[in-house]
């Protein structure tokens, strides 16, 4: 068995497709566009280029783009007080405050005074609770991607054995709960779990989000079962640096009945995603039906 491989990068353009169309609707027909405030404080380079990528395909998308770039030293007080003028501007449905912050800056203080509605990533206290007790909530961006992909693969998820590997607020414990809420029977296993290869054998549908190189190799996959791997690791294989997920690609491809690869899988979900969450919180913002497809 060779396993079909899920194409996270046209699936990520499909749904930018579909974002943009809801959005040229909105143009249209109700005369709104939505928008999305980014905020970077400091200069690390990953982050740099991981908010010109979303800035770039908001405005593809046909969506506002609010870019604030803050010195490393900015305040806390200085922060706050931005994030406090984006949560009162009514051109602003979304706001992403990028991750790491510098040390100096607390992070859940921060990312807890973004007004739930808008917190287009689902960090927020409230948007992890809501998403816990099955109401509406902002979802985090990845495990969304991820959910989006199961169904399309699946359809219904109803009833299947899920291992999620990787217990962080992120992705593991939302990718858990949005399983859940599909109906799944769901384990959440991480470095400590006892007999983790046994207890990855049972599942249907495998989510590696552990952040290890290669952790799981194919002896550990159920025949036909669809992995998603959400790891991006980078190694140094043959003298040169590659990316590499936290699954055994090679070994674990010939089990599996699908799996996403690394990269071009989970990865160009993300974005797509965020695009997909400002959408949804303009809807709901504006008191119109929210897109299709595009949720949780």
């Known amino acids: 068995m060779v396993a079909k491989v899920i194409d996270g990068k046209a699936f990520a353009a ?20 939505p928008g999305l405030a980014v905020v970077l404080v400091g200069e690390d380079p990953a982050s740099q280029v991981y908010v010109r990528s979303k800035g ?16 490393a030293s900015t305040s806390e007080e200085d922060l706050l007080a931005l994030v406090d003028r984006l949560n009162n501007d009514p051109d602003v449905h979304g706001i992403l405050v990028q991750l790491p912050l510098p040390k100096h800056l607390n992070e859940d203080l921060v990312i807890n005074s973004i007004d739930p509605a808008k917190d287009v990533d689902g960090f927020h206290i409230s948007n992890v609770g809501l998403l816990g007790t099955g109401q509406k909530s902002m979802v985090p961006c990845t495990p969304l991607g991820c959910l989006m992909m199961l169904r399309n693969h699946h ?17 593991g414990k939302p990718m858990a709960q949005l399983l859940l809420g599909d109906s799944c029977t769901v384990t959440i296993a991480h470095s400590r779990t006892k007999d983790l290869p046994d207890v990855v054998r049972r599942a249907d549908i495998v989510v590696a989000a552990v952040g290890r190189p290669e952790m799981v190799p194919g002896d550990w996959i159920k025949p036909g079962a669809t992995v998603i791997d959400v790891g991006i690791n980078r190694i140094e294989r043959d003298g040169k640096n590659v990316l590499v997920g936290d ?11 699908a799996i996403t690869p690394v990269p071009g899988g989970v990865g160009p979900m993300t974005i797509a995603c965020l695009l997909a969450n400002t959408l949804t919180a303009c809807c709901r913002a504006n008191g119109l039906p929210e897109p299709e497809g595009l949720t949780a």
Request: neutral net charge; glycine residues 10%; without cysteine.
């Open 14 to 33: 499909n749904v930018r497709a579909q974002v943009a169309d809801h959005v040229a609707s909105l143009k249209k027909t109700n005369g709104i566009t």
């Open 247 to 257: 699954v055994h690609y090679e070994s674990a491809a010939q089990t599996a009945g």
């Open 56 to 71: 770039k395909q908001t405005v593809e998308v046909g969506m506002n783009s609010y870019e604030h770039k803050l010195d």
């Open 155 to 171: 359809g219904s998820l109803s009833g299947m054995d899920a291992v999620v590997i990787g217990r962080s607020n992120i992705v």
